[in-house]
């Protein structure tokens, strides 16, 4: 069986039609359309921004959609000033930084057991984490808030004393939660690695941990590149965990904490507005700089030829 | 051929992902089928006897007990929620298949063509996909705010006396909602396509068009059939991210979930972060999720895991 993963490069856009083309009346309807949609695409970023650059007693006098007197960064730095969004986006990075290393870390170990050695439930034990990893998160709530409620940790490690309501439960159920998209991925990314360099190696006396990390893991790095990308935007973004699993507002990471915020701010959607701009630099970042990364880690899992 | 050394190697590599899956995901998962047969408030202990034989008196809270399947009784039949809910589920799922997804297509096709800008139509069309949905519901109520909103100026219909409440009105706050919900779906659908489309043999196409086949039959007959592993993944991602649908209604709501945006995810929250807590009654609206999820579950693994059982 082949199983292609797509390369970065093989994702950007043909540069040239696969025929040769006359001016038909079917491209210009393209161009088109596809203007149109990338207008209506842009508009509500576009507005928002407009919005959040001007002061609420203006857009209070004359609209949303009207020109501008003031153009200002007033809202974004009292925002800033007037919540405690630093802690909001700390909160964030203590998630999101463990949470990738680790879920990458085991994906890695387990894909190789299961694609390189010839186990008895290889094929059981990919299913059971690629269906996990399939379910709806709010399947699991239930349980898992009480099992969070139940878990009894020193106060050192969770501040709360529990796994409830602590950054490391968040750590450990976004790791749980993607570890089976990764292990989907990864091994059927090290099924593309001839197995006769693992063979090689076994005569060279290399012991296993040897072969998985210093052969095989290198290798991985353009599966694993991506992975990283689509993980910290999954896990920064994630709102589910955080609002269920976190009760108290300050240990909440950004994305959940918008919520709070749109109560602290109810007032001033302009500031509301602003910060959840201010929330979304880090994923603008990640637009900007690793956009191939990004679309190449959503589409690792999904073509299996 | 494995030392001592390589079997504990392997016995850890395997174990604990294992053990972290299993506690975390699958664990929980069969419990919420154990929880949804008891009653349960989450004070007290749970008592593996019918809940007959405890007693309920005013004031006197009763444990947690086997309640049969009187969870899924009182859901089908007392619960207001329910059927809005379910209701509401399948029309999300309806207008990502029938809306989102045929979109996504659309937009993955003519720029796999390489139409000039084709770049920048992809970069754009994708950008919500980065965004969160919480950053995505605080920026579209600007779109639909009911005196300065972007809709009710253009339309003019932004005065107190004729103004349209988008996200208030219990029978247009689910479509607002599933435009917002579509502008980002359709991006995630083009970028599985494209990816789709990149992996069919352009002699196919090629093949098809020389037999005389216009670009349309071209598409829906050779290439789209071709495309099966993606389908069946889009499909997947279609009908989950119908289930998960949640942060959307969160923000907007401003967390106390408005009519007419009742969902099956937002119920099962309700019942656990609420202040009396219904364990039993939540855990049996996520089994209900988790038996819908399983249809295209086991269609998608059945796909992927067939090819290697041979």
């Given at each position: 069986?082949?199983?292609?993963?797509?390369?970065?490069?093989?994702?950007?856009?043909?540069?040239?039609?696969?025929?040769?083309?006359?001016?038909?009346?079917?491209?210009?309807?393209?161009?088109?359309?596809?203007?149109?949609?990338?207008?209506?695409?842009?508009?509500?970023?576009?507005?928002?921004?407009?919005?959040?650059?001007?002061?609420?007693?203006?857009?209070?006098?004359?609209?949303?959609?009207?020109?501008?007197?003031?153009?200002?960064?007033?809202?974004?730095?009292?925002?800033?000033?007037?919540?405690?969004?630093?802690?909001?986006?700390?909160?964030?990075?203590?998630?999101?930084?463990?949470?990738?290393?680790?879920?990458?870390?085991?994906?890695?170990?387990?894909?190789?057991?299961?694609?390189?050695?010839?186990?008895?439930?290889?094929?059981?034990?990919?299913?059971l984490?690629?269906a996990g990893n399939l379910l709806p998160q709010q399947v699991l709530i239930t349980p898992l808030y009480r099992i969070y409620l139940a878990i009894h940790?020193?106060?050192?490690?969770?501040?709360?004393?529990l796994l409830y309501n602590s950054?490391?439960g968040l750590?450990v159920i976004n790791t749980s939660f993607?570890l089976g998209?990764?292990?989907?991925?990864?091994?059927?990314?090290?099924?593309?690695?001839?197995?006769?360099?693992?063979?090689?190696?076994?005569?060279?006396?290399?012991?296993?941990?040897?072969?998985?990390?210093?052969?095989?893991?290198?290798?991985?790095?353009?599966?694993?590149?991506?992975?990283?990308?689509?993980?910290?935007?999954?896990?920064?973004?994630?709102?589910f965990w955080a609002i269920t699993l976190i009760s108290?507002?300050?240990?909440?990471?950004?994305?959940?904490?918008?919520?709070?915020?749109?109560?602290?701010?109810?007032?001033?959607?302009?500031?509301?507005?602003?910060?959840?701009?201010?929330?979304?630099?880090?994923?603008?970042?990640?637009?900007?700089?690793?956009?191939?990364?990004?679309?190449?880690?959503?589409?690792?899992?999904?073509?299996?030829? | 051929?494995?030392?001592?050394?390589?079997?504990?190697?392997?016995?850890?590599?395997?174990?604990?992902?294992l053990l972290l899956d299993a506690a975390f995901v699958w664990i929980p998962a069969l419990a919420s089928v154990f929880l949804s047969f008891t009653k349960w408030t989450g004070v007290g202990s749970l008592h593996i006897?019918?809940?007959?034989?405890?007693?309920?008196?005013?004031?006197?809270?009763?444990p947690g007990c086997l309640y049969?399947?009187?969870n899924y009784?009182?859901a089908?039949?007392?619960?207001?929620?329910?059927?809005?809910?379910?209701?509401?589920?399948?029309?999300?799922?309806?207008?990502?298949?029938?809306?989102?997804?045929?979109?996504?297509?659309?937009?993955?096709?003519?720029?796999?063509?390489?139409?000039?800008?084709?770049?920048?139509?992809?970069?754009?069309?994708?950008?919500?996909?980065?965004?969160?949905?919480?950053?995505?519901?605080?920026?579209?109520?600007?779109?639909?705010?009911?005196?300065?909103?972007?809709?009710?100026?253009?339309?003019?219909?932004?005065?107190?006396?004729?103004?349209?409440?988008?996200?208030?009105?219990?029978?247009?706050?689910?479509?607002?909602?599933?435009?917002?919900?579509?502008?980002?779906?359709?991006?995630?659908?083009?970028?599985?396509?494209?990816?789709?489309?990149?992996?069919?043999?352009?002699?196919?196409?090629?093949?098809?068009?020389?037999?005389?086949?216009?670009?349309?039959?071209?598409?829906?007959?050779?290439?789209?059939?071709?495309?099966?592993?993606?389908?069946?993944?889009?499909?997947?991602?279609?009908?989950?991210?119908?289930l998960r649908?949640f942060?959307?209604?969160?923000?907007?709501?401003?967390?106390?979930?408005?009519?007419?945006?009742?969902?099956l995810s937002v119920a099962v929250t309700q019942n656990i972060v609420g202040?009396t807590q219904r364990i039993g009654f939540g855990s049996a609206l996520g089994v209900i999720l988790l038996v819908i999820s399983l249809?295209?579950?086991?269609?998608?693994?059945?796909?992927?895991?067939?090819?290697?059982?041979?």
């Amino acid at each position: 069986m082949a199983v292609t993963t797509v390369s970065t490069a093989e994702l950007a856009p043909r540069a040239h039609p696969v025929r040769g083309r006359r001016w038909r009346p079917g491209s210009a309807a393209a161009q088109l359309f596809m203007i149109v949609m990338a207008v209506l695409w842009l508009t509500p970023i576009v507005f928002s921004f407009y919005i959040a650059l001007r002061p609420k007693s203006e857009t209070d006098r004359l609209g949303y959609v009207s020109l501008p007197h003031h153009l200002t960064l007033q809202n974004f730095t009292d925002a800033w000033t007037q919540s405690d969004m630093w802690r909001f986006f700390l909160n964030s990075v203590y998630v999101t930084v463990p949470a990738v290393i680790v879920t990458l870390f085991l994906a890695s170990c387990f894909a190789y057991a299961v694609s390189r050695l010839s186990l008895r439930f290889n094929i059981p034990l990919l299913i059971l984490f690629t269906a996990g990893n399939l379910l709806p998160q709010q399947v699991l709530i239930t349980p898992l808030y009480r099992i969070y409620l139940a878990i009894h940790l020193p106060v050192w490690m969770t501040g709360s004393g529990l796994l409830y309501n602590s950054i490391l439960g968040l750590i450990v159920i976004n790791t749980s939660f993607q570890l089976g998209f990764c292990v989907f991925v990864l091994s059927n990314y090290m099924k593309t690695i001839p197995r006769e360099m693992d063979e090689a190696a076994i005569m060279d006396g290399a012991s296993l941990w040897t072969r998985f990390w210093r052969l095989t893991l290198p290798m991985c790095r353009p599966a694993l590149a991506a992975l990283a990308t689509l993980l910290t935007t999954w896990i920064y973004n994630d709102f589910f965990w955080a609002i269920t699993l976190i009760s108290t507002g300050n240990k909440r990471p950004i994305t959940s904490a918008l919520a709070n915020l749109q109560g602290q701010f109810v007032t001033n959607q302009n500031m509301i507005t602003a910060a959840a701009l201010l929330a979304a630099i880090p994923t603008l970042v990640v637009y900007l700089l690793l956009q191939k990364q990004f679309i190449a880690g959503l589409t690792l899992g999904s073509t299996k030829g | 051929m494995l030392t001592r050394r390589d079997k504990l190697t392997v016995a850890a590599m395997i174990g604990v992902p294992l053990l972290l899956d299993a506690a975390f995901v699958w664990i929980p998962a069969l419990a919420s089928v154990f929880l949804s047969f008891t009653k349960w408030t989450g004070v007290g202990s749970l008592h593996i006897k019918p809940c007959s034989e405890f007693p309920s008196a005013p004031g006197i809270p009763q444990p947690g007990c086997l309640y049969g399947v009187q969870n899924y009784k009182q859901a089908v039949t007392i619960y207001p929620d329910f059927w809005p809910a379910v209701q509401h589920n399948a029309i999300w799922l309806l207008v990502f298949i029938l809306i989102a997804t045929p979109l996504g297509m659309l937009f993955a096709v003519i720029i796999d063509r390489g139409i000039k800008g084709s770049r920048i139509y992809q970069s754009v069309l994708y950008l919500p996909v980065m965004l969160s949905l919480a950053l995505i519901g605080i920026i579209w109520e600007l779109i639909y705010a009911n005196n300065y909103g972007l809709i009710n100026t253009v339309i003019g219909r932004n005065g107190n006396d004729n103004l349209i409440d988008w996200l208030g009105n219990p029978h247009l706050n689910l479509w607002a909602l599933l435009v917002e919900a579509s502008w980002r779906q359709a991006g995630y659908v083009m970028v599985l396509y494209l990816a789709g489309l990149k992996a069919v043999d352009p002699s196919l196409r090629e093949a098809s068009l020389v037999d005389g086949a216009n670009p349309w039959q071209t598409f829906w007959r050779v290439v789209f059939p071709a495309m099966r592993p993606i389908n069946i993944v889009v499909l997947v991602v279609t009908v989950i991210e119908s289930l998960r649908a949640f942060d959307l209604v969160y923000i907007t709501s401003k967390g106390n979930p408005l009519r007419g945006l009742e969902l099956l995810s937002v119920a099962v929250t309700q019942n656990i972060v609420g202040e009396t807590q219904r364990i039993g009654f939540g855990s049996a609206l996520g089994v209900i999720l988790l038996v819908i999820s399983l249809v295209p579950i086991s269609v998608f693994l059945y796909q992927t895991f067939r090819r290697e059982e041979r």
